[in-house]
């Protein structure tokens, strides 16, 4: 087996020696490579941000993460270009030129990362396309289709937004000899098993369960988005850690499902949610409405579908989403797979039907989709926060009558929930404003909510009702009968 190590801006650092809770920020800090910054150590505020070469088809993408919630030993065989990488004084790249001549850095606590992120978005090699310079303002996309999404994930504390955003939208295309744009066309490093001091890359899924079976007290990671926090502000500690984010079995993405084509979506657990958005495109409308408003780019590049679910978090953003659309979970353990019903997934307050040695493997949506769906997230800010409360639905109406009503809440129990009662109210009506405001008092009745510092529970309550009322609205005079 190769010695562990790393590649940062095209030199290779060792890992063998790293402790296992060092995260890349502290690596790279450790080595002298200070631009990347500590803000939070919770994945808010992206000062902390580096660029990953990570698998896009056959080539490559420069991906941001949160090097803060990443453990360095996650990164065994990776490639890492931090902001000393892109550009040097003498010699800015251009997203550092531009910030500097638009003054779009001050104290320059947060640039290094706002640097990582606009560059992944400087090469996202479908940006250029999307350009239309004669289109009218957009307040999210440049003229030269710079998604501003993309550094929504950084916070600055001193020079404000607008010339940071000026900075982005005057970015050119990469010039022809560009390294990182031409390093896009090749393949990213492919995953390779790690052996480290108390943790463990898997090379398939046969030796993940072989390594949890060995290690019945280890902690399993996968984005770390989660556990990166636990360790970095709770100061946790694992007796061993077991990464499946490269798991190949736990990386599929396909129409067909196993029983034949048509019958299901089948999500890999250890993809990425963006690379789930990227891969499902706008086929699965009602996740297409969760992505914008699941944390930042930056949290979705690391976040894996199968962590947001197994670490049952009762506000948790797929559950209610995945929950409408009746999805099934794949759990994969020593004595073979098994199939749950998302909704028994859940056993209470973070507990769920894991069994020790078990892993979520993959997440069935069985098809056809509903054809109305809608995801509403009620949560302090629009982007970038979590939810008080969610609502997923999915409902087919065939002449004007529902004939299926299915709903997902989050925020109102302490696990993710369907409204049973209110779908049982819904369906066999005729869908119509009086439906509608009958299934609204209904939905607020659900759940048990509670008081907390984000909302209150006759607040949550209200929101639930007001979900439905709002959809409706939304609705109104769009031909919804097939
Ligand atoms: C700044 C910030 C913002 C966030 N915003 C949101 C938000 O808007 N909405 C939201 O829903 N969440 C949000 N989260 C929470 C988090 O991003 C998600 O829960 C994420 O999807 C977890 O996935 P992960 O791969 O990072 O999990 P990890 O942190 O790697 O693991 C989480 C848990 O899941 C377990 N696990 C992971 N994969 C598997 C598997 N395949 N099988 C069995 N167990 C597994 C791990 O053992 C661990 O207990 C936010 C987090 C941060 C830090
Ligand atoms: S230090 Fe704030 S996101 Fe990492
Ligand atoms: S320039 Fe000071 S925090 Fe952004």
Known sequence: MPEPQVTVNGQARPLAGVPVHTNVLDLLRGLGLTGAKEGCAEGECGACAVLVARPDGAGTRWTPVN????????????????????????????VQAELAVRGGSQCGYCTPGFVCSMAAEYYRADRASLADPDAGPDPEHGPNGFDLHAIGGNLCRCTGYRPIRDAAWALGAPVPGDPLAERQSGPAPAPVATRLDGFARPADLAEALSLLAEHPDATVVAGSTDWGVEANLRGRRAAYVVAVDRVPELRGLSTDGPDGPGGALEIGAALTLSEVERGLGDSVPLLAQVWPLFASRLIRNSATIGGNLATASPIGDLAPALLALEARLVLASADGDREVPLAAFFTGYRTTVLRPGELVRSVRVPTPLARLTTFRKVAKRRYDDISSVAVGAAFDVVDGTVVRARIGLGGVAATPLRALRTEAVLEGRA???????????????????????????????????????????????????R
């Open 67 to 94: 090097a803060c919630l990443v453990p360095a030993a996650a990164l065994d065989g990776q490639e890492v270009v931090t902001a000393e990488g892109l550009g040097s004084p003498g010699n800015l790249h251009p």
């Open 431 to 481: 869908w119509g404003e009086e439906t509608v405001e009958e299934a609204a008092t209904v939905l607020a009745s659900e759940g048990t909510p509670i008081d907390d510092q984000r909302a209150s529970a006759a607040y949550r309550s209200a929101m639930l009702g007001n979900a439905l009322r709002a959809w409706w609205a939304d609705l109104a005079g769009q031909e919804v009968a």
